[in-house]
């Protein structure tokens, strides 16, 4: 299917959710998707253009939100944090520019944060780092900076953290080893440096380790061979 979104779309008022992903939509979402009390859009892989309507924080009961894969632009709305239900936040492969809203600790029940394949700068904002429900974090692939908060340690369910192709400085933090769940790392291709924390060591879970491409030094400790659930490590250009 292909075309654009009527703003008649608003007198759908029984409309639940809204899957037209994989098509050949284009244009702009409408504003007036904001006025139907939707629990899905999933809008995925078409060729929407623009900005995202900060009307979209009107959909309190919304609990999944998809526009990955399409042509957006623009900073992503402040409103979104009026989403209090929602769950996945997928905004990956778009053209999303600006910061992270720093009020984001408002999504309490977000299971799974995607933004990666955008042009995103600045620190990632402490509230992403309240989300404690988070099991899927991925960050990768912006123009990201600054360090990784020791607070990485309160994302405990985490099974993946990816934050691989952007400008993060500093040190692993030790916290990271407090992610007891995870099984995939990627930290590759930043400016990190200093010693790989022990307490990776501990993350009994852990299947990928991908350290690759920063400015890292030290030993390997052979305590590495406790992580037996390992399938790949990659260590090389540090």
């Not at 009307?55 to 944090?81: A, H, Q, Y």
């Not at 990784?148 to 916290?175: A, C, E, H, K, R």
């Not at 590759?188 to 990776?200: A, I, K, R």
């Amino acid at each position: 299917f292909w075309g654009t979104i009527s703003p008649l779309i608003e007198n759908l008022a029984n409309l639940d959710t809204l899957d037209i992903s994989g098509n050949g939509f284009i244009s702009s979402l409408p504003v007036e998707i904001g006025n139907i009390n939707l629990t899905q859009i999933l809008v995925d892989s078409n060729d929407f253009t623009g900005s995202l309507p900060g009307s979209i924080g009107n959909l309190v009961s919304l609990e999944e939100l998809d526009v990955s894969s399409n042509g957006f632009s623009g900073t992503i709305p402040s409103e979104i944090e009026g989403l209090e239900s929602l769950r996945l936040l997928f905004l990956q492969d778009n053209g999303f520019t600006g910061e992270l809203p720093g009020g984001m600790a408002a999504l309490e029940n977000l299971e799974e944060l995607a933004i990666s394949g955008n042009e995103l700068t600045g620190e990632i904002p402490d509230g992403v780092y309240n989300l404690t429900d988070l099991v899927f974090l991925d960050v990768s692939k912006n123009q990201l900076s600054g360090t990784i908060s020791t607070m990485i340690g309160q994302l405990y369910q985490l099974t993946g953290l990816l934050m691989y192709d952007n400008g993060f400085t500093d040190t692993i933090p030790v916290q990271i080893g407090f992610l007891e769940n995870v099984e995939d790392i990627d930290l590759s291709m930043n400016e990190l440096d200093g010693v790989v924390p022990f307490t990776v060591y501990g993350l009994g879970q852990l299947s990928l380790l991908d350290l690759s491409y920063n400015s890292l030094s030290g030993i390997i400790s052979p305590a590495i061979t406790r992580l037996t659930n390992l399938r790949g490590i990659f260590l090389q250009r540090n």
